[in-house]
């Protein structure tokens, strides 16, 4: 049974920073892409990031590239999301998910993490 828990996420000024964590269970996590979603209150969830099961392969939003850094540890089974310069616009509820490759239909998906960005 796949399971995905995601945690790190709180309360940041405009500007600051905060690092995702994504822990896997239930699976080998180096057979997966695990990608991060997120949704903002009132809107469509939308990718962030994605990064392919070796690693070498990520994409990310235009939104966030240059700000963002997604980043995996296969023996640890964990995910990372490294978010500086982070707006208010980007309030949101934060989630992992795994599928085949980076695109394909989410396969399983964690219960999410509250970001928000306020002064």
């Known amino acids: 049974q796949l399971q995905l828990v995601e945690s790190g996420g709180g309360l940041v000024q405009p500007g600051g920073s905060l690092r995702l964590s994504c822990a896997v269970s239930?699976?080998?996590?180096?057979?997966?892409?695990i990608g991060w979603f997120r949704q903002a209150p009132g809107k469509e969830r939308e990718g962030v990031s994605c990064?392919?099961?070796?690693?070498?392969?990520?994409n990310y939003a235009d939104s966030v590239k240059g700000r963002f850094t997604i980043s995996r540890d296969n023996a640890k089974k964990m995910v990372y999301l490294q978010m500086n310069s982070l707006k208010p616009e980007e309030t949101a509820i934060y989630y992992c998910?795994?599928?085949?490759?980076?695109?394909?239909?989410?396969?399983?998906w964690g219960q999410g993490t509250q970001v928000t960005v306020s002064s």
């Open positions: 998910a795994a599928s085949f490759r980076c695109g394909d239909p989410v396969i399983s």
């Open positions: 239930g699976f080998t996590l180096g057979r997966y892409a």
């Open positions: 990064i392919m099961s070796s690693g070498g392969s990520t």
